[in-house]
């Protein structure tokens, strides 16, 4: 069965428009062709001009057998609540959207938005952590 998406079945439906339309601003002010860790500064800024609260570079652990064996860093945490991965590419490989999967179950978050820059503009990827509903 093929349902409609409706607003009030998206996560966090207000700050996910927010976080798009910043990465849009990046986008529109610096262009393609820029190191990913460009957008991720500029991407800083814009967040603390919205005064959205945020972690850059946040770490969780990796955990295996019940023993901490690492740790991995997500781009942002947006106000304990929201992934954002940013990648510099004209496509989503397959190893982008298994990075932010494994993010967000890890976590045990509802939702991670993968933000590409590419050289055709922003293009916006949600993940729902489907077992955290």
Excluded: C
Excluded at 74 to 79: N, R, T
Excluded at 85 to 110: A, G, T, W
């Amino acid at each position: 069965m093929n349902k409609m998406i409706q607003k009030q079945d998206l996560i966090y439906p207000e700050l996910s428009y927010k976080l798009v339309g910043l990465a849009y601003n990046v986008f529109n002010e610096l262009g393609h062709g820029h190191l990913e860790k460009i957008y991720q500064k500029a991407y800083a800024k814009e967040l603390k001009e919205a005064g959205i609260v945020f972690k850059e570079q946040a770490p969780y652990q990796v955990i295996y057998k019940e023993e901490v064996i690492g740790n991995n860093y997500l781009d942002f945490l947006i106000e304990e609540k929201v992934i954002i991965e940013l990648k510099r590419s004209d496509f989503y490989s397959k190893k982008y959207i298994d990075q932010v999967s494994n993010y967000i179950k890890v976590s045990n978050l509802k939702l991670a938005i993968l933000i590409n820059f590419t050289s055709n503009g922003v293009r916006i990827k949600r993940i729902v952590n489907e077992t955290n509903k």
